[in-house]
């Protein structure tokens, strides 16, 4: 089956510093991936729709200068956050379409990041 | 414009006793509707959707179209149930799915 891969699973850095977290798609092409966040026992909230080849497009409230995308492949998105603060420290999930135009997503196990 | 409610936060139930999670949807196109499960600390997971008309795990879920729902339903809940569930919303085209906010199921001994 279509498998997400995501790196680091977890992450410390400091206040200030750039954490990169890595989202591949193993077995199958993903011309569009998702970046998710999630809050301890809460919902997730979409940050923004990564496009191979293209720019991101990013939700309401979400800062694309903060929260940088590349999909420079079909298999792999990279999620950058820069100058993180204390309050960045979240779970960080990444998902793609098991196939183009499917609605079925498959998704990474998560990037817990902590910034001290 | 899209939007998913799951009403619940948190619900909790003895094993074996019915469950139901309840989403409802609002859309104005064909929905296509999802159930997707996060096990603890494991990754997130579809459950089923709508289109497959299917039980997994004992689970069922039924497009209610007047009603603008699809509750997740299954007779006899086990305690290896237990874990937050999410319903989602997709149409035709790229556009994101729209999750609801989740609800934890916690089944008691």
């Known amino acids: 089956g279509a498998v997400v891969s995501q790196h680091p699973s977890w992450v410390i850095c400091k206040s200030g510093t750039s954490v990169k977290i890595e989202c591949r798609s193993l077995d199958f092409q993903a011309t569009t991936m998702f970046w998710y966040r999630q809050f301890p026992k809460q919902s997730l909230m979409l940050m923004a729709t990564s496009n191979e080849g293209s720019k991101a497009t990013y939700e309401q409230g979400v800062e694309k200068d903060k929260f940088l995308i590349n999909h420079a492949s079909l298999t792999l998105s990279t999620l950058t956050v820069t100058s993180a603060h204390p309050e960045d420290s979240s779970f960080y999930i990444c998902?793609?379409?098991?196939?183009?135009?499917?609605?079925?997503?498959?998704f990474g196990a998560g990037s817990r990041l902590t910034v001290l | 414009a899209q939007r998913v409610t799951q009403p619940e936060k948190l619900l909790s139930v003895f094993k074996g006793a019915p469950v139901e999670l309840k989403c409802n949807y609002s859309?104005?196109?064909?929905?296509?509707l999802f159930w997707y499960v996060q096990y603890s600390r494991q990754r997130l997971q579809l459950l089923l959707r709508h289109i497959s008309r299917e039980s997994i795990k004992g689970f069922t879920a039924d497009l209610n179209k007047g009603e603008t729902s699809f509750h997740l339903k299954k007779p006899f809940a086990q305690e290896e149930d237990s874990a937050m569930y999410y319903c989602?919303?997709?149409?035709?085209?790229?556009?994101?799915?729209?999750f609801g906010k989740g609800t934890r199921l916690s089944v008691i001994a």
């Open positions: 859309y104005s196109g064909s929905p296509e």
């Open positions: 998902s793609a379409r098991v196939s183009a135009g499917a609605n079925v997503l498959t």
């Open positions: 989602a919303l997709g149409n035709s085209g790229n556009t994101p799915l729209v």
